[in-house]
């Protein structure tokens, strides 16, 4: 297995950030939202994703990048759901995750939290796919 979170499967395409936050579709798990959609350009792995944290709940970039660090980390160990997930469906998708809490958390409860958003939102990509 590889545990490996490299540049691909980081979200930096300005066009396919404005048409995530234009027609993605919202799915809310505290302390998380994620916007999410499919996305038909080619990249390599079946997700991209953008961490936002809001600098208005956070004042000390410190903070701030503590908080992603920490989203990230837990983003790398837990990646294979997601992506066994995905490509059973031969799915491809972009989704933001915006930490909603005006709190710092522990790495711990982050990644339990994480663990159980995630899950979340997978079961709605399976729901909203089945429609189409």
């Known amino acids: 297995m590889n545990f490996s979170f490299g540049k691909e499967y980081k979200l930096c395409s300005h066009k396919q950030i404005e048409s995530l936050f234009k027609e993605g579709k919202k799915v809310r798990e505290f302390p ?6 499919t996305t038909e350009m080619e990249i390599k792995y079946p997700f991209q994703v953008l961490i936002s944290v809001s600098k208005r709940n956070f004042k000390h970039a410190h ?3 503590y908080v992603k660090r920490c989203i990230r980390e837990a983003i790398r160990k837990n990646k294979f759901e997601l992506e066994s997930r995905l490509s059973e469906q031969n799915l ?3 989704f933001a995750i915006i ?4 709190e710092r958390m522990d790495y711990v409860n982050l990644e339990q939290k ?3 958003a995630l899950s979340k939102l997978t079961t709605q990509i399976s729901n909203t796919n089945d429609k189409s």
């Open 92 to 94: 491809k998708i972009v």
């Open 114 to 116: 994480l663990i159980k």
């Open 99 to 102: 930490y909603t809490f005006n």
């Open 63 to 65: 903070d701030r990048n």
């Open 32 to 37: 998380f939202t994620f916007i999410f959609s």
